[in-house]
Nanobody, 124 residues
Framework: QVQLVESGGGLVQAGGSLRLSCAASGRTLSTYTMGWFRQAPGKEREFVATITGVGGRTGYVDSVKGRFTIYRDNAKNTVYLQMNSLKSEDTAVYYC?????????????????WGQGTQVTVSS
């Protein structure tokens, strides 16, 4: 059974940075596609970023392109989301997810395992 634990969330001023971590246990996830999603109050959960298990291809929702970077450290079985130039509209609970098939995935229904989420609050 795969377990994902997010950390690194918190309160930050607009323009600041945070780095989220997602540590996996139970299985080596080097071949899994990993994704970050977020859910703001009163809104549906949305895709933020993905990194494929095969080839390490990355993708982002338009609203975070140029500000967020997803990357992974397979030796630590951990995926990260570096968030720079944060805006108030980035405020949400951020979730990491794992897709065992390792291919391009941006739809939450493609992901098999989910973390519990970490709160990010950006004050303006």
């Amino acid at each position: 059974q795969v377990q994902l634990v997010e950390s690194g969330g918190g309160l930050v001023q607009a323009g600041g940075s945070l780095r989220l971590s997602c540590a996996a246990s139970g299985r080596t996830l080097s071949t899994y596609t990993m994704g970050w999603f977020r859910q703001a109050p009163g809104k549906e959960r949305e895709f933020v970023a993905t990194i494929t298990g095969v080839g390490g291809r990355t993708g982002y929702v338009d609203s975070v392109k140029g500000r967020f970077t997803i990357y992974r450290d397979n030796a630590k079985n951990t995926v990260y989301l570096q968030m720079n130039s944060l805006k108030s509209e980035d405020t949400a609970v951020y979730y990491c997810a794992a897709d065992k098939f390792g291919m391009w995935s941006t739809n939450e229904r493609q992901f098999d395992y989910w973390g519990q989420g970490t709160q990010v609050t950006v004050s303006s």
